[in-house]
T-cell receptor, first 113, second 112 residues
Framework: NAGVTQTPKFQVLKTGQSMTLQCAQD?????MSWYRQDPGMGLRLIHY???????DQGEVPNGYNVSRSTTEDFPLRLLSAAPSQTSVYFC????????????FGPGTRLTVT | EDQVTQSPEALRLQEGESSSLNCSYT??????LFWYRQDPGKGPEFLFT???AGEEKEKERLKATLTKKESFLHITAPKPEDSATYLC?????????????FGEGTQLTVNP
């Protein structure tokens, strides 16, 4: 199993540009989520999904959209990038979080200039 | 609002020098407390889940314990390869999906 994969690893955007961060898992996990990690603030939840076709907002959803058309994929869209969205983004998945914890991807480092 | 506070922020140990990391939490109803290890430039790696006060779990040189207000990660006779940032997170009873609230982490350095 590849586990949780994320692309790209690094990205530089200009303010106002849009892009999609890709996340895929091959473990047949129902639960998937997106976090951002910033110095001094820890990991914060952006959006999450409990299954295909179901998504909900986390702690810091503004400026981001998600969709979950398949169990495997959970892309994160930045609608109009802002410098405040400069961060490291992690995707995570789990089968049953209470029993198995969460598996994190390697992260995407995004810089918005 | 769920809160997680980890201490110390940074810890330097000599190889073989045992110590503990602290995770204090405030949550309306604890569904689970998670410990992760994060190496520079990588995603967090799951270590343990604890569900109720008094529970303990061990993995190699690591032992996690849980009380009603805090969790400790005990590191016995650490080695340089244990150097990493250790993250604590809580999941509340009323939380849907897999929402976790994270602390900022303790950066552990083990010198040979």
């Amino acid at each position: 199993n590849a586990g949780v994969t994320q692309t790209p690893k690094f990205q530089v955007l200009k303010t106002g540009q849009s892009m999609t961060l890709q996340c895929a898992q091959d473990m047949n996990h129902e639960y998937m989520s997106w976090y951002r990690q910033d110095p001094g603030m820890g990991l914060r939840l952006i959006h999450y999904s409990v299954g295909a076709g179901i998504t909900d907002q986390g702690e810091v959803p503004n400026g981001y959209n998600v969709s979950r058309s398949t169990t495997e994929d959970f892309p994160l869209r930045l609608l109009s990038a802002a410098p405040s969205q400069t961060s490291v983004y992690f995707c995570a998945s789990s089968y049953r979080p209470r029993d198995y914890g969460q598996y994190f991807g390697p992260g995407t480092r995004l810089t918005v200039t | 609002e769920d809160q997680v506070t980890q201490s110390p922020e940074a810890l330097r140990l000599q190889e073989g020098e045992s110590s503990s990391l602290n995770c204090s939490y405030t949550v309306s109803g604890l569904r689970g407390l998670f410990w992760y290890r994060q190496d520079p430039g990588k995603g967090p790696e799951f270590l343990f889940t604890l569900y109720s006060a008094g529970e303990e779990k061990e993995k190699e040189r690591l032992k996690a314990t849980l009380t009603k207000k805090e969790s400790f990660l005990h590191i016995t006779a650490p080695k340089p390869e244990d150097s990493a940032t250790y993250l604590c997170a809580v999941q509340a009873d009323e939380t849907s999906g897999s929402r976790l609230t994270f602390g900022e982490g303790t950066q552990l350095t083990v010198n040979p």
